[in-house]
């Protein structure tokens, strides 16, 4: 996997996921950096879509901003209305000069006659998409043949009834999002469709399985995994292949035709070597269209030719910034140094500093509250323990007793009961308040009886708030867990007394 940034711990993300992924990540950096963050629970969207953890603010005493996921404020008008219908980013591009594959839109009631004369008119391979859509759902690409085109045309007809279509020239080519804030162009990445490499032992599933435990160690990939489908077993299938193929030592097979990383295809991060003049292309691109100063721009590049295939005004982020090869690019940083130019003197500054995306979710899925403002970011010197507490400390309440102490004297942490029948502790807080806490562990609720405290330093990462943690599990000789023989030992006592 790539080079992932310092300033991120992959432990400590495990708990947001798809669309939250890009949201916590800026929402992350600009709250790092002092500025006010406020999650809002309004609908979000023009189909009043309730969606918590998608929508926040950032402020300073100087600025405020908005954000939906990836997409701020300035972002808007015709920037939003063209970037999200692909019919309308090539009418425009085209219209202003930059190069995109030759096509046409059809209506819901166009007939297959239409769309057989004009794929004979461009040439084949041809394109089908949706006018709308993301994640290159309702994309098929590469259609070979008239009977190919009427089969994809019936799936789509069938699957998305009331959508216009596009009808396009398919362009070979590497695939790359370029993400561009103004006149520059932040990062790039190759999108290569969902693929596994043989190593003569292997069957394609059981490649894919690999490949899948290693993307899961990737906190962007871990929602992106190569599911086994109708598609990828078509795919095989005109390759003469099954999932129970044992692919020779390096070949490498392709199962799918479009590379988007949700879908399982993979990231590589090219942002040095991709060619300045086809970012300048990417960089006009955005720059044609009022109130479109960021976003992504996807284009195809054979290396001698481009075209610029979609334009995003809400992209994804992860993966720049952790791409599975190359360097990960600090996209979240280069979004708030635009928006918020003032707080770059506390980049980097408190990157040690995590808060918990659950609690939000939590408070806001229930509607209890219109809107959460984040507890902000630690500025004074912080210091961390670590603590294995032993003695007479589980099913005594210590958790409980610990985590009111701890929000007492403003100290965050965790705190979690061990398999070997110890307590261990981390603390987080401002040095008095922390010695405070410390010497109140060995006291405890009133059942408990503390016998001996190990402590060591502890750097980080730090998630303000306090959380109890589950129950470490205990696995017995006989390879079954403590806590499930407990169930199975109550359910044997239930049964008992009905049979009885």
Sequence with gaps: MGNKLMKYNSGQL?????????????????????????????????????????KFTLSSEKNKHTFYKSRGDKVKGDAFKIGSNKYETKRW?????LPVAEGKMFDKD??????????????????????????????????????SLVESLSYLKEKLPTSKLILEKHYKGEEFRVYVIEDEVIAVINRVPANITGDGKHTIKELI??????????????????????????KLKRLGLDIDYIPENGNRIFLRDKSNISMGGDSIEVTETFPEEIK??????????????????????????????????????????????????DVPGAIID??????????NVNNVFYFNMRKVLRALEDRTLDEITITPCPTEEINGVKLIIKGNVQKVGYRRWLRRIANKYDVSGSVINK???????????????????????WKGPAKASVDNILETDWSGPYTIGFEIKKTEVKI????????????NGFLNKIMKKILN
């Design 338 to 347: 635009y928006y918020f130019p003032e707080s770059i003197v506390n980049k």
């Design 14 to 54: 495990h708990h947001v996921r798809n669309n939250l992924f890009c949201s916590y990540l800026i929402a992350l950096e600009g709250w790092r950096r002092g500025l006010k963050l406020t999650f809002d629970s309004s609908k979000v969207t023009k189909n009043n879509l309730f969606a918590p953890g998608l």
């Design 419 to 441: 398999a070997d029948g110890s307590v261990e502790v981390y603390l987080m807080g401002e040095k008095v308040f922390l010695e405070k806490v410390k010497s109140l562990c």
């Design 110 to 147: 166009s007939t297959k006659v239409e769309y057989i004369s004009y794929a004979n008119e461009i040439g084949y391979p041809v394109v089908l998409k949706p006018v709308v859509g993301a994640k290159g759902q309702g994309v098929i690409p590469g259609i070979q043949d008239e009977e």
């Design 476 to 487: 017995k000789s006989n390879g079954k867990s403590e806590r499930k023989n407990r169930k």
């Design 209 to 234: 399985n690999i490949k899948n435990k290693e993307r899961k160690k990737n906190p962007r990939l871990y929602s992106c995994l190569i599911k086994i489908d109708i598609e990828i077993e078509n």
């Design 93 to 97: 591009l085209k219209q202003n000069g």
């Design 280 to 329: 300048i292309i990417a960089i006009n691109a955005l720059g044609t269209i009022e109130n479109f100063p960021v976003g992504g721009v996807d284009i195809i590049y054979d290396g001698s030719t481009a075209i610029v295939v979609e334009l995003s005004p809400t992209p994804h982020i992860g993966s720049l910034v952790f791409p599975m090869e190359g360097n990960a690019i």
